[in-house]
C-alpha cells in the first residue's frame, strides 16, 4: 500500500499570501496524483488531477506540481473560501486508492 | 446537474447492518468506475471500496474486506454499499465518487454522503 504523507498538518495564512502545501508518496506513483479541498459540512471537491491539471471550474489561483514521490499545491492569493482542509490522493497504484491524512488551512 | 445523491444511513448496534445507495443523474452511469469513499469524525478521508463500470470487477480495503460489498444497477443508475458486521470504527460519513474518464481513482463528482453510526 502506498501511503500518502502531507504537511505540514495545519498551514495558518492571512488572505491574499501564498500558500503552499505538500504530499509525499511512499513510492513513485508517477504524475497519478490528485488534490481534494473539503470544507465543514460539504463533501469533497476535486481541484487538481495529474498532479497539475486543473478540474473543471477550477481558479487559475490554484495549480499542482511534482511527479513521482513529491507534490505542491499552490494557493497563490488565498481566498476567505480557500480555507478548508486538503487532501492528497494516488491512483497509481490501486487498491487501495490511498489519500493523506490533510492539510488545515486556517486564517491567521 | 451531473449529481449523486446517497441514502440509507443511520444508526445500527453493532454487528448489525446497513445497504447504502447513491442514485446518479445527468451522466452516463454505466460508463464510468465508482466508489465509496468515507470520513470517520475528526479523521481524514479512506477509500473503502470500487467498483468498476460493467461491475464485473470489485475492490475492497483490507478494513473492510469479507464485511462489505460493493454492487451497482446501472439499469437503475444506483450504487450500492452492503454493510454487514459493522463496527463502531465504522462509525462515518459515507461518500459516493464518480472516476474520471480513463481513471478508477481520480474522483471528480462526489454526493453529499450519509451518516453511517456504530452504536450500543
Known amino acids: 500500500e502506498i501511503v500518502m504523507t502531507q504537511s505540514p498538518a495545519t498551514l495558518s495564512v492571512s488572505p491574499g499570501e501564498r500558500a503552499t502545501l505538500s504530499c509525499r508518496a511512499s513510492?513513485?506513483?508517477?504524475?497519478?496524483l490528485a488534490w481534494y479541498q473539503q470544507k465543514p459540512g460539504q463533501a469533497p471537491r476535486l481541484l487538481i488531477y495529474g498532479a497539475s491539471t486543473r478540474a473543471t471550474g477550477i481558479p487559475a489561483r490554484f495549480s499542482g506540481s511534482g511527479s513521482g514521490t513529491e507534490f505542491t499545491l499552490t494557493i497563490s492569493s488565498l481566498q476567505s473560501a480557500d480555507f478548508a482542509v486538503y487532501y492528497c490522493?494516488?491512483?497509481?497504484?490501486?487498491?487501495?486508492?490511498?489519500f493523506g491524512h490533510g492539510t488545515k488551512v486556517e486564517i491567521k | 446537474e451531473v449529481q449523486l445523491l446517497e441514502s440509507g444511513g443511520g444508526l445500527v448496534q453493532p454487528g448489525g447492518s446497513l445497504r447504502l445507495s447513491c442514485v446518479a443523474s445527468?451522466?452516463?452511469?454505466?460508463?464510468?468506475?465508482m466508489s465509496w469513499v468515507r470520513r470517520a469524525p475528526g479523521e481524514g478521508l479512506e477509500w473503502v471500496s470500487g467498483i468498476s463500470a460493467a461491475g464485473g470487477n470489485t475492490y475492497y480495503a483490507d478494513s473492510v474486506r469479507g464485511r462489505f460489498t460493493i454492487s451497482r444497477d446501472n439499469s437503475k443508475n444506483t450504487l450500492y454499499l452492503q454493510l454487514n458486521s459493522l463496527r463502531v470504527e465504522d462509525t462515518a460519513i459515507f461518500y459516493c465518487?464518480?472516476?474520471?474518464?480513463?481513471?478508477?481513482?481520480?474522483?471528480?463528482?462526489w454526493g453529499q454522503g450519509t451518516m453511517v453510526t456504530v452504536s450500543a
Open positions: 490522493q494516488q491512483y497509481n497504484n490501486w487498491p487501495p486508492w490511498t
Open positions: 445527468d451522466f452516463t452511469f454505466s460508463s464510468y468506475a
Open positions: 465518487a464518480k472516476a474520471m474518464a480513463g481513471t478508477l481513482g481520480a474522483f471528480d463528482i
Open positions: 513510492q513513485s506513483v508517477s504524475r497519478d
